[in-house]
Nanobody, 129 residues
Framework: EVQLQASGGGLVQAGGSLRLACAVSGVYFDDFAVGWFRQAPGKEREGVSC????????WYGDGVKGRFTISRDNAKNTVYLQMNSLKPEDTAVYYC??????????????????????WGKGTLVTVSS
């Protein structure tokens, strides 16, 4: 089966950093884009970042540009999200997901969760002020 396992969440003070990891199994990882979404209580799920496969590029939400960096290590079947300069507004459960194809889908400037076929269970990030 296809599995995505997110890890690396925790409690950090504002201005700190965390690195999330999404370990993917059950697919030919080199051909699959992987993205990150987050959801805070009372808010809609929003796209955070996405990285394509086969040199298809990256995408970042406006609120995290310049602070977050997405990368992938194909040898480890893992996608990382380095989060720097964290703000309390970044507090959310972070989910990794894959559309099962090489490219991320962006609709009207936002990463589409409808295009994601496979989802991990998420990891909680809490940023204190």
């Amino acid at each position: 089966e296809v599995q995505l396992q997110a890890s690396g969440g925790g409690l950090v003070q504002a201005g700190g950093s965390l690195r999330l990891a999404c370990a993917v199994s059950g697919v030919y990882f080199d051909d699959f884009a992987v993205g990150w979404f987050r959801q805070a209580p009372g808010k809609e799920r929003e796209g955070v970042s996405c990285i394509g496969a086969r040199d298809r590029g990256t995408w970042y939400g406006d609120g995290v540009k310049g602070r977050f960096t997405i990368s992938r290590d194909n040898a480890k079947n893992t996608v990382y999200l380095q989060m720097n300069s964290l703000k309390p507004e970044d507090t959310a459960v972070y989910y990794c997901a894959s559309p099962g194809v090489v490219a991320c889908t962006v609709v009207q400037g936002d990463l589409s969760h409808y295009g994601m076929v496979y989802w991990g269970k998420g990891t909680l990030v809490t940023v204190s002020s």
